[in-house]
């Protein structure tokens, strides 16, 4: 029995788990709970959200306030991961 075309998405569903480990060593943006922002190369992350990250800048209110080599962020602080629409060579 050969099911409809719907049933395709199906196994190509992506968990939270597979989007993680998909943009290990790409920009990111990470948003604390205070509203900081910092974006860098995300490094690692564990299973509570912590978070080891490469070439982060920090950012406050939008505005650049600090750049860190490497950074490394509690889990309970962050509110999301986001993937960077731009490179970290292309600037803001």
Known sequence: ?????GEKGLTTTKTPADFLKSIR???VVV????????RGILACL???????ME???EYV?????N??????????????ISTSKRTLAEGA
């Open 25 to 27: 060593g790409r920009p």
């Open 31 to 38: 948003k604390l709970n205070s509203g900081v922002d910092y």
């Open 46 to 52: 564990d299973g509570y959200m912590n978070i080891a």
């Open 55 to 57: 070439q982060t800048e």
């Open 61 to 65: 209110n939008g505005q650049l306030k």
């Open 1 to 5: 029995m050969s099911g409809g075309g």
């Open 67 to 80: 750049k860190y080599g490497d950074a490394f962020i509690r889990g309970n602080n962050v509110l999301y």
